[in-house]
């Protein structure tokens, strides 16, 4: 047996794997069935057998080779992961879970496009251990998929439903709001058809223009418009309204599901959990002390194909985060949680700090009751958790000359180790 490290040379700088929480598991499956949508910024290709056999033995081989710690939630995103064969998820997924220490009760999760759900697949996908699948059904209005060029129709969404509703999975559907030329109506329509569908979960994500995709160049040459700040902000909270009057808490500024079917993998992000990462574009997390690592692989199975092959490390880009940015990825994930963050969790993830004087640089926000402070737990009032990307920018302002004050004693004091600086910027896998 050969070790490509790809993870286990990260893995050595932190604490042994064996007395770490348990982890989760991202699996990116890069193909798609016929052209990429428009408004993408994931790497994804065209599907063929003769790419996903490479892609998934280069998968496998992957993992045999690579220490990982115990798994309790496995995630397969893409890309659109039913696009493979029944016999070739199948096969991605079971022999995962009997390479990989998976946990026995553990969340699975598969991404599936409603076009890409047959009777065939679904009974893999059961048959492997999946028991929850998440729909990207994006819209129930003909005039918005046509936008968002989906291959799917409305009618494939409840058909789509209707086979995966014959098994146990939790179910959850994906929604995008903020379309080009979608009104607010238009909106509320799609968000009530998916209510009255009743899945265990709903993502309802704002559409972004993702720099190099053609919705980028269309915005770019004018030849679509967003909908506007007002507009975005208007459906938000209709959704948010409407979500919570169905019994859809929200527990992640777009993440709503039913009581207890929160998704536990995506928790594992916005927690600062570790995870651990397989297949082209996926990357991963390995938390400390005494560092706190990100990692990524190359965004093309090519390359990653090669450099696995050849035994050599499939690393695209390594990031240690030192304290400051440790501190902005706090503040950016911890609150778009709706319960946000408690001094406890301070402690556990920047052990450097004194969590009193880092909750008192957010006083301003909390005079102005962007944030609430309550029993010692820091959150952003519901009503403002649209514009939490301005906060949470303020938040990092505010507490960023505590944190060089703490970096600057650190280094008097010859504690502060040196790290490896890197601009890749991280995008976290996965959807809902």
């Excluded at 969340?107 to 409603?114: G, K």
């Excluded at 090669?306 to 911890?334: H, T, W, Y």
Aim: aromatic share 10%.
């Amino acid at each position: 047996m050969w070790d490509i490290s790809s993870t286990d040379s990260v893995f050595r700088e932190s604490e042994k794997l064996s007395d770490s929480p348990k982890y989760g598991c991202y699996v990116h499956v890069p193909f798609c069935a016929g052209e990429k949508c428009p408004y993408c910024g994931f790497y994804s290709i065209r599907y063929s057998p003769e790419s996903a056999t490479e892609y998934i033995e280069t998968v496998l081989q992957h993992a045999r080779s690579t220490e990982v710690p115990v798994i309790d939630t496995l995630y397969f995103g893409g890309g659109t992961p039913t696009s493979l064969s029944p016999e070739a998820i199948s096969r991605l997924i079971t022999k995962l879970k009997s390479i990989l220490p998976v946990e026995d009760n553990s969340e699975i999760t598969v991404e599936a496009n409603p076009e890409t759900v047959d009777n065939e697949t679904t009974e893999a996908l059961f048959e492997a251990g999946v028991n929850r699948v998440s729909l990207g059904a994006q819209s129930f209005r003909p005039a918005q998929l046509k936008t968002l060029g989906r291959r799917h129709d409305i009618d494939k969404i409840y058909e789509a439903y209707e086979i995966l509703h014959k098994y146990p999975f939790s179910l959850s559907f994906d929604l995008i709001f903020g379309i080009p030329r979608q009104s607010v109506r238009d909106w509320e329509i799609s968000l009530d058809k998916a209510i009255e569908l009743g899945p265990d979960h709903i993502s309802i994500y704002c559409l972004s223009f993702e720099s190099g995709t053609p919705f980028a160049d269309a915005l770019r040459m004018g030849a679509i418009y967003p909908v506007g700040d007002d507009v975005e902000r208007e459906m938000y909270d209709l959704a948010s309204s409407r979500l919570t009057v169905a019994d859809y808490g929200r527990y992640e500024i777009s993440n709503f599901a039913k009581p207890k079917c929160e998704s536990r993998h995506n928790l594992k992000y916005w927690t600062g959990a570790g995870y651990i990462a397989f297949g082209p574009a996926a990357h991963g997390y390995i938390p400390g002390p005494p560092n706190w690592t990100r990692y990524a692989f190359p965004s093309n199975l090519e390359e990653y194909t090669l450099l696995i092959n050849s035994g050599r490390e499939p690393l695209a880009a390594v990031e240690k985060l030192d304290l400051q940015k440790r501190s902005a990825e706090f503040l950016m994930l911890r609150l778009r949680l709706d319960h946000g963050f408690s001094e406890e969790e301070i402690t556990a993830h920047l052990p450097e700090l004194e969590p009193a004087e880092y909750i008192a640089a957010l006083q301003p926000l909390i005079d102005d009751n962007k944030i609430l402070l309550e029993a010692g737990q820091v959150r952003i009032a519901p009503r403002d958790m649209f514009i939490s990307d301005a906060i949470i920018f303020r938040a990092v302002e505010l507490t960023d000359p505590y944190i060089k004050e703490i970096v600057t004693k650190r280094k008097s004091a010859g504690s502060e180790t040196s790290m490896l600086e890197y601009s890749t910027r991280f995008r976290f896998p996965g959807g809902s």
